[in-house]
């Protein structure tokens, strides 16, 4: 059965994620067997490169967050 709660807190924070730089997709996967959010960049940059308001946070809601580069997203033509 999915957990409905880390849907729901992917859901609530999914914009404010979004406009995050490098931020290019958010969804719910796993982490060591675990739900986490996932949240997919570009490219994975240092903590001390961003201003704190362009940080990933490590939780959301109480539900652990991944980070994970998959490089620059285009459509297919």
Do not use: Q, W, Y
Not at 4 to 24: F, G, K
């Amino acid at each position: 059965m999915p957990d409905t709660a880390i849907e729901e807190a992917r859901r609530s924070h999914e914009d404010e994620l979004l406009a995050l730089p490098n931020v290019t997709a958010v969804g719910v996967g796993e982490r060591a067997g675990e739900p986490v959010i996932k949240v997919f960049v570009a490219r994975k940059v240092p903590a001390s490169e961003l201003a704190p308001g362009e940080r990933v946070p490590h939780s959301i809601d109480g539900h652990p967050v991944d980070v994970e580069e998959i490089g620059a997203v285009e459509a297919e033509r």
